[in-house]
């Protein structure tokens, strides 16, 4: 459905009743855990830890009583996109369901070595859903604790302002500026993948979190990612926050690990490219 920002953006409402309060309270913060909502970002997970802090539970609710409520959001705000486009992938896409008979790709990461290899470095599952970075850079603040990952073409990630090594996780605080540079044009390859703990919480369609822009479906709202946009951070086991992994240390790749690109540039850039005759 279209949420319009105009008048009333109301979605749904929820009510709840019970033998008393308690009962009701009980009842309401279970609907609202059930319920999901994607797409649109929304005041759902906010709603339910409202639901859960004591000023809400004791009944003292005056007016201003969301001004000394805090809460987490497990998620992230871009704060500049690229203009090549960054994009929502998850390994394998869709892959072997048919769908190339109806003009639906697999779509998926293009380097999914690398995508895999940043999830596993961040203790996701390889199918976890990743942000596929083309050539330009890209900033985001992230608004709760996690681990972030970057692996593929040579680009420079900056926490805080701090450079950090690729190919190893990271801790981040809550409200830390993660910034990655252009790709280094004297290097081999064109795409960067970052992993988050927990990964890119977006819908399954088709079977697959993926991007498809040409026929708008699949990622974040089926497009390309836009400044000012907020993506939802799936839940991740605790294990992968714990204070022993908050350097990132003890997680990374060794560099003689680390796939490599065919030269671009010099003597030794030689490609063979493979050409299909087309109608």
Same mark, same amino acid.
């Given at each position: 459905? @279209? &949420?319009? *920002?105009?008048?009333d953006p109301m979605i749904v409402k929820i009510l709840q009743w019970g033998e008393n309060r308690s009962d009701a309270i009980s009842r309401l913060r279970?609907? &609202?855990?059930?319920?999901?909502?994607?797409? #649109?970002?929304? +005041?759902?997970d906010y709603l339910g830890a409202f639901l859960a802090s004591p000023a809400f539970l004791s009944g003292k609710t005056p007016c201003d009583v969301l001004n000394g409520f805090t809460y987490e959001s497990s998620s992230f705000i871009l704060l500049d996109a690229p203009s090549l486009g960054l994009q929502v992938q998850d390994f394998p896409g869709r892959q072997n369901q048919g769908l190339w008979r109806i003009g639906i790709p697999p779509s998926g990461p293009m380097d999914h070595l690398n995508a895999r290899l940043a999830n596993s470095i961040v203790g996701n599952e390889e199918s976890a859903a990743v942000l596929e970075m083309t050539v330009k850079g890209f900033s985001f603040k992230i608004r709760c604790a996690s681990v972030i990952s970057v692996t593929g073409a040579k680009t420079t990630l900056r926490i805080n302002g701090v450079v950090h090594d690729c190919y190893a996780a990271h801790y981040v605080r809550p409200n830390s500026r993660v910034e990655l540079s252009d790709v280094d044009q004297k290097s081999s390859g064109v795409r960067c993948y970052l992993a988050i703990g927990g990964g890119v919480d977006v819908p399954l369609y088709l079977g697959s979190r993926s991007t498809f &822009?040409?026929?708008?479906?699949?990622?974040? =709202?089926?497009?390309? $990612? =836009? #400044?000012?946009? &907020?993506l939802p951070i799936g839940e991740a086991p605790s294990h992968r926050?714990?204070?022993?992994?908050? +350097?990132g240390?003890?997680? @990374?790749? *060794?560099?003689? $690990?680390? *796939? =490599?690109? *065919?030269? $671009?540039?010099?003597? +030794?850039?030689?490609?063979q490219i493979g050409v299909t005759v087309g109608p």
């Open positions: 459905c @279209s &949420v319009t *920002p105009r008048y279970e609907t &609202v855990k059930k319920c999901k909502i994607k797409g #649109a970002p929304n +005041n759902l &822009v040409g026929g708008k479906l699949g990622g974040y =709202q089926g497009r390309d $990612l =836009q #400044a000012g946009d &907020v926050t714990t204070k022993a992994n908050s +350097n240390g003890n997680r @990374s790749l *060794p560099k003689s $690990l680390w *796939p =490599q690109f *065919p030269e $671009l540039h010099g003597s +030794n850039a030689h490609w």
